[in-house]
């Protein structure tokens, strides 16, 4: 999947019409392996873009939860925590021994 499309469903405030055309653009762009099409594409990979993202936003209206909504901020902390373990991981494996941890500036 691509990195890019992240989940839309169950927010507080809901996901915009923005971020549902920005999921199906990647969305568009992955399946097409254009990231720009050229002028003879161009009229087809729009309207790919703008069917898949009605077809999102219906998608998602149409959901039921009983979870509480997400808040996006949290979220986001939280997968920048987990880029920052993983990154970490794979920094700390790459030569088979360990890599010292880089000093970080005292807090003032």
């Not at 890019?4 to 653009?25: G, Q, T």
């Not at 373990?85 to 010292?100: C, E, L, Q």
Request: proline residues 8%; hydrophobic residues 40%.
């Amino acid at each position: 999947m691509c990195r890019s499309i992240k989940p839309l469903f169950n927010f507080e405030p809901p996901a915009s019409n923005d971020e549902v055309r920005a999921a199906s653009l990647q969305f568009v762009r992955k399946i097409s392996g254009f990231h720009k099409p050229s002028k003879a594409n161009q009229a087809s990979f729009e309207a790919a873009v703008d069917r898949i993202a009605a077809i999102a936003s219906e998608f998602l209206d149409s959901l039921e939860t009983a979870a509480p909504p997400r808040n996006r901020q949290v979220e986001m902390m939280k997968a920048n925590h987990a880029r920052q373990r993983d990154f970490a991981n794979r920094t700390s494996t790459r030569s088979g021994a360990a890599v010292r941890p880089r000093p970080t500036a005292p807090k003032v």
